[in-house]
């Protein structure tokens, strides 16, 4: 199947990210995400970041399970799930449960399935 996609790149320095118009009808609809291979690593930066931008969501981090705390960063070990991963901020019914401009902290290795 052919499909017309819209990418986006915001340039903001240090945050600058791509935007696809897939993420919201994610089409791996496996509930896995398209970083689903890579466990989120989050450096001081990022949490100067999300400390003036969305302080809540330091706290959810750091209360998952399975993290790696060293001097330099924190890292969301990635979530076995049947024979490959699963990214802890996807959900099958509405893609990233995070908001695009928060999402570059996260989606470094940006894996669509949906494009090839």
Known sequence: MQ??????FHNQGL???IE???CRECPRQDDKGCC???SPVFYS???AYLLKNEPGLIDKLLQL???TILDASVTINNSIDGDS????????DGGCLLAQHLR???CRHFVCPGIA
């Open 20 to 22: 696809i118009d897939l």
């Open 85 to 92: 991963y699963r990214c802890y901020f996807h959900n099958k």
């Open 45 to 47: 930066t990022d949490f």
């Open 15 to 17: 945050r600058s990210y």
């Open 104 to 106: 570059e902290s996260v």
């Open 3 to 8: 499909k017309e996609i819209k990418l986006i």
């Open 36 to 38: 689903g291979f890579y």
């Open 65 to 67: 399970n399975n993290l």
